[in-house]
Structures are given as structure tokens and as C-alpha cells.
């Protein structure tokens, strides 16, 4: 009977926590939401079954050694772990995490050499975090395999598209004003790095808001990409009704003129160049912006077909499976259940919204000063949700007019996009990081 009663009380049945039962519903509906709709599945069913696989409860699969011996370890563990800690005495679990989140590089590295001796290892998925995430290394690969995909053809052929991604970015900075303002208030409670790393979900790019939250928010890190990469989903229905609110159906009809060919030299050129200058200016944007136009130089040098097809196939594949089960360790209840992620999720829908009107805004002001007229729609096309974002703007393009084949337009925004958001990923680092010292 104590066997049994030893099994009862050691199942993950017995320790189930009410925020634990809820966070695995939400990963239910995330894998749902990408499997029955096709909401980004690429990212939500590794992040959806890695949220799963977090909130197991007595498993502790998303935490570090320390961590599990702050959670699981007897009194004589955690006496010493609080002594460890500077704590005078043995604290709740809750106080005892933050106090070690808290502590010194070196304190946590004794802690952890500590609850190994103890007998306490690693989790998979802090492990998986570790390597692919808080080295940087994923969301690095991830941008690699992003630019040996991308064609610049568009861009170069109609360089005045570079305004329009731009443009798109204001929704980043008026999202990071918009989380600043909540604290002021009294609202929410987002520091200044956390704020940085919310702002970046306007960029509509899964991996630089990844590797930004991973720099500045860690703990913010699990909201910040499923918030991302599920309006990254919904672009769709996000951003035609902007579009149409904020065009004429005079424009909504403009034709727009035969791009010109780009030539072999100028594609080659063009990374090369846009790295040299950007990174001059910028170098907090080189790790990113390096990785993509490393990436794009592989595709179109043309002597290196095999590295450029690992990068576009197995290398981005691989790397998205472990990036994804990595985020979803983020969805721990104790991290994912709090007032902050629902702040997030209005934000990140603000600035989707704020980077769509400018980018359209921007393309009406163009043709005030342009001979040649631009349709407004390619403007929307500024936020980096490749190509996405594209393929909505010549939807509604062929709406309006069915001769009215705007893809190939659009895609110079949204190239210049994906580059506008890792130069503004450049910015926030740098001044993040002026500020805080």
C-alpha cells in the first residue's frame, strides 16, 4: 500500500498545478491553431509541444540543475542553497528562484556546481535553451537560411522601396514608447529592456525578436515569440483592414511599372556593401545582418550551390526544431501566467498595426514628390513577414484591379523589411545598453 501510495504522490497527476493545467491547454491550442489552421506551423508545433513538455509537472524538463534542487531538493538542500544564496533562512520556492535568477554570475555557477554534487542535472529543454537560444547561435542560423532565400532583385530594381521598410519599423520605437508609457502609469511593470525587446515584435520577424528577447528579457523571451509569430500568422486579417481604411480605391488601382532587370554584379554586390556600411555605423547590427547577408552572398556568388542549399533546407530546418523546443521552454506557467504577457500581446498587435499604416503612409507621401506613382498597397509589405505580407498586398492589389500584379513590387518592401528590423534590433541593443551601463 505505501508503494502505492509513494506512486500516487510522486505522478505528475498529484503534482499537477492549476497554472501548470492551464499552460498546457494554451500549448493544446497553439498546436491546434498550426496544425488545423496553419498558423506558422514551422514554429508553433515544436513551440506548442516544448510548452507541453515544460509545464509536465515533477519532470522539470525547462529547468537548470540549481533550479531543481530549489524545486525538488529536501530541507538539507535547500538550507544549504540558501546559505549559498545570502539568504538567512530557507524561503519559499518562489522567493528562493528569484533570489537565485537574481544572484551574481558567480554565485549561480557555485549554485549549480552545488545541485550537481546534490545530484540534480540540467533539464533537456534548458539544455536545448542553452545551446540554441542564450548563445544566440538559432535565431543567427535561422537569419543565414532567411537571406540565401532572399532575392534583393525587387529592392535594387526599385531602390525607393527601401523608404517603405523603413517606414514600417516606426511601429517598433512607438510600441517601445507605448511600453514605457504602461509603466509610467502604473499599469504594467516593463523596464526599459523589456521594452526594447517588445517593440521588436513590430519588426513581424520571428528570429530577431528571438535574439533580442534572449539579449535583453529573457524571462519575456516565451510571449514575445508566440506573440510574434502569431501575428506573424494573422497577417492576413491584421492588416487589410488598415490598408483599405487608409487608401482610395484610386489607389488601391495604380498600376506600377515593369521592374528592370538586375544584374549577377549588382546582387553580389549589394550584401556585401549593406553589411560594410550598416555594421561601420551600427556594429550591435552585425551579428544579425551578417548572418543574412552571408546567407545571400552564398546564393547568388554561384560557386558555392551546396552551402546555399544546406543553408535553405537541412541547416534552417534542423535549427528551427531546436529553436522552437527552446522557446516553448519559456512557457512554463511560473514565467508565461503573468500580467506582463497579456500587455505583450496588446503591444505586439499595436505595433503590427502602427508598422502597417506607416509603411502605407510612407508609399502615399512617395507619390507626392515621385514621377512614377506607387500603389500604397506594397507599403504594408514594409513589415519583414516574408512573404507573407507580399502575397496580402497583391491580393488585395488584383482586388481593386485584376491586371494589378503588385508581388513583385511588394517584395521590395518586405525585403528591405527583414533589413529594416535588424538594424532597429541594432539600435535597441546599443541604447539598451547605453543606458543601463
Known amino acids: 500500500m505505501d508503494n502505492l501510495l509513494n506512486l500516487w504522490l510522486s505522478s505528475g497527476a498529484y503534482q499537477m498545478a492549476s497554472g501548470q493545467f492551464v499552460m498546457i491547454l494554451v500549448c ?3 498546436l491546434f491553431l498550426a496544425i488545423r489552421k496553419n498558423f506558422e506551423p514551422l514554429l508553433l508545433v515544436p513551440i506548442g509541444f516544448g510548452g507541453i513538455l515544460a509545464n509536465i509537472p515533477g519532470a522539470h524538463l525547462a529547468l537548470s540543475a540549481a533550479e531543481t534542487a530549489v524545486v525538488a531538493g529536501d530541507s538539507g538542500v535547500l538550507l544549504q542553497l540558501a ?4 539568504l538567512e533562512n530557507l524561503a519559499s520556492t518562489t522567493a528562493m528562484k528569484e533570489a537565485l535568477g537574481n544572484a551574481p554570475a558567480s554565485v549561480q555557477a557555485q549554485a549549480a556546481v552545488f545541485a550537481q554534487d546534490a545530484g540534480y542535472n540540467n533539464g533537456m529543454l534548458y539544455n536545448f535553451y542553452s545551446v540554441a537560444i542564450a548563445s544566440g547561435v538559432a535565431p543567427l542560423v535561422i537569419f543565414m ?26 511601429g517598433i520605437f512607438a510600441t517601445v514608447l507605448g511600453a514605457v508609457g504602461l509603466s509610467a502609469a502604473g499599469i504594467m511593470d516593463f523596464s ?3 521594452a526594447a525587446a517588445i517593440g521588436i515584435i513590430g519588426g513581424a520577424d520571428g528570429p530577431t525578436a528571438i535574439y533580442v528577447s534572449s539579449l535583453l528579457a529573457p524571462d519575456l523571451l516565451g510571449a514575445i515569440a ?3 509569430y502569431s501575428y506573424m500568422a494573422l497577417v492576413p486579417l491584421i492588416q487589410p483592414p488598415i490598408m483599405r481604411a487608409l487608401t482610395t480605391p484610386e489607389e488601391r488601382r495604380i498600376e506600377m511599372v515593369q521592374l528592370r532587370h538586375v544584374t549577377k554584379r549588382e546582387k553580389i554586390t549589394f550584401p556585401l556593401l549593406l553589411l560594410i556600411l550598416v555594421a561601420l ?25 551546396r552551402l546555399s542549399d544546406t543553408a535553405q533546407n537541412a541547416l534552417i530546418n534542423i535549427t528551427t526544431i531546436f529553436l522552437g523546443l527552446s522557446v516553448g521552454s519559456k512557457l512554463a506557467a511560473d514565467k508565461f501566467l503573468d500580467p506582463k504577457t497579456l500587455g505583450i500581446l496588446a503591444l505586439g498587435i499595436v505595433a503590427f498595426a502602427i508598422g502597417t499604416a506607416a509603411g502605407v503612409l510612407m508609399a502615399k507621401l512617395l507619390n507626392l514628390v515621385s514621377k512614377h506613382k506607387v500603389n500604397p498597397l ?16 497583391n491580393k488585395l492589389g488584383l482586388e481593386a484591379n485584376p491586371h494589378n500584379f503588385l508581388l513583385m513590387h511588394a517584395m521590395g518592401p518586405n525585403v528591405a523589411g527583414v533589413i529594416g528590423s535588424a538594424v532597429a534590433a541594432g539600435v535597441m541593443i546599443t541604447m539598451v545598453r547605453a543606458m543601463t551601463g
Open 28 to 30: 493544446l491550442g497553439l
Open 83 to 86: 546559505q549559498l544564496l545570502g
Open 145 to 170: 537560411g532567411v537571406g540565401a532565400m532572399t532575392d534583393f532583385g525587387p529592392l535594387l530594381a526599385n531602390p525607393r522601396t527601401l523608404f517603405l521598410g523603413a517606414a514600417a519599423q516606426f
Open 192 to 194: 526599459i529592456a523589456d
Open 226 to 228: 508566440v506573440a510574434a
Open 281 to 305: 555605423f551600427l556594429p550591435d547590427a552585425a551579428p544579425l545582418l551578417g548572418m543574412f547577408c552571408f546567407g545571400n552572398l552564398m546564393r547568388e556568388c554561384g560557386v558555392v550551390s
Open 378 to 393: 506594397i507599403g504594408s509589405a514594409g513589415v519583414s513577414a516574408v512573404p507573407m505580407a507580399a502575397r496580402v498586398s
